[in-house]
């Protein structure tokens, strides 16, 4: 609940999302301008240019820091821009500490990008308090980790994290995307940034690309608010929209997408085809009581290893029907993904296999469709791959 008393979803709907002030609205309109007419000198609105802010995106953002329990939230033109806008408030000298089970294209910017400019991310296991620590520095300025983790759905602990990073002077950031503001709040532990990629659940349907940072320092808040600026990394108004609109049905989408990927992971864990299902809400999952502890939920990604190795992964990838093959995740529509040449191909082999993508692992973000129709489509598939 929140401190005007509105509940999560309730929030979604009308938080930042009053009637339009000049004309009733009662959705927040498209504010499709790139200037905002002046009466006088310096005299508006408080809109001046849409890369410095646009009320459409406005709304947004105040609805994703309502339903973040933050200070404030800036939208970004994708994830990627929301976590370079992040990694951009820090200077060359500056050591970050990276959870090494995390998304290709942030494994990309810290190992690649962050090191040209002097700033050095250092790959640790987060799920290791010890091993978290031991890799501090006294240039140390943030810890960067997502729970549950990608692809591998490993569940590192939040509290934790925060109080390490808040002894060495450093902040936590938490890429909240799998999880998403319904089903855990990361600042509510003890993190002091949230970050999203808004292109899967906030959003919703796979229409459209965005980012978000949602954090409670506003101060700093303001400084990642005059760097998006001067980078440039907004979304469009109808971008926003899109993206708010998804957001409105955040709470209702989230509780039947995770019953859903009960269903599936239950159908699949009785498959002989299996090696291993993991979901976090399978109570002898490593994880499971740290999620029942940090989560409300246990989320609809679901990942897979195959036992009948490469060969059986591939069959499988390519032959549902209703689970879509692709890249992303938290739409509608089921997708089905090979993290070893699609979401994780940005890591070098090596490293993929020690975070335990090998080539029989298949990630699938179950979505909207009727559970039975689901696990029919999987178990055909798996059925038609023995037999190829
Ligand atoms: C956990 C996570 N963070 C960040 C991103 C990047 O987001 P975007 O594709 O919107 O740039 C992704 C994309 O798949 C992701 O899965």
């Not at 690649?112 to 031991?134: H, I, K, S, W, Y």
């Not at 929209?241 to 990927?261: P, S």
């Amino acid at each position: 609940m929140s401190a005007d008393g509105r509940r999560f979803a309730t929030r979604a709907i009308h938080a930042g999302q009053e009637p339009d002030a000049a004309t009733g609205s009662t959705i927040p309109p498209v504010y499709q301008t790139s200037t905002f007419t002046q009466r006088g000198l310096g005299d508006h609105q408080g809109y001046e240019y849409a890369r410095i802010s646009n009320p459409t995106r406005t709304a947004l953002e105040v609805a994703l820091a309502s339903l973040e329990g933050g200070e404030g939230a800036l939208a970004y033109a994708s994830g990627m821009a929301a976590i370079s806008g992040v990694v951009q408030s820090l200077s060359s000298g500056d050591h970050v500490v990276v959870g090494d089970d995390l998304y290709g294209g942030s494994f990309r910017l810290f190992s690649q990008v962050m090191p040209r400019f002097g700033v050095e991310c250092e790959l640790t296991n987060a799920t290791d308090l010890d091993a978290l620590r031991a890799a501090l520095r006294p240039t140390t300025r943030m810890i960067w980790i997502e729970t549950p983790t990608n692809p591998m759905l490993r569940l590192i602990d939040v509290a934790a994290c925060a109080e390490i990073a808040r002894g060495a002077g450093a902040r936590l950031v938490v890429d909240n995307t799998f999880a998403t503001p319904y089903l855990q709040r990361p600042l509510a532990l003890g993190a002091d940034v949230v970050v999203h990629s808004t292109t899967k659940y906030i959003g919703g349907h796979s229409d459209v690309i965005g980012g978000a940072v949602v954090a409670n320092d506003a101060e700093w808040l303001g400084e990642l608010g005059r760097l998006r600026n001067t980078t440039g990394a907004v979304p469009g108004p109808w971008d926003a929209w899109l993206t708010l609109r998804g957001l409105k049905t955040l709470a209702v989408r989230m509780r039947q997408h995770e019953h859903n990927a009960r269903a599936v992971a239950e159908c699949l864990r009785e498959r002989a085809e299996m090696a291993r299902v993991h979901y976090p809400g399978f109570s002898d999952h490593p994880g499971h009581a740290l999620a029942a502890h940090q989560m409300d939920g246990f989320g609809a990604m679901v990942s897979v290893e195959l036992a009948g190795g490469a060969a059986a992964a591939r069959a499988l990838c390519e032959g549902t029907r209703v689970f879509a093959l692709g890249e992303s995740l938290g739409g509608v529509e089921s997708l089905i993904g090979y993290p070893w040449t699609m979401s994780h191909g940005a890591f070098p082999e090596d490293r993929r296999v020690a975070m335990g993508v090998h080539d029989a692992v298949v990630r699938l973000s179950v979505g909207l469709e009727d559970a039975e129709d689901l696990c029919e489509d999987l178990v055909r598939a798996l059925e038609e791959g023995v037999t190829r």
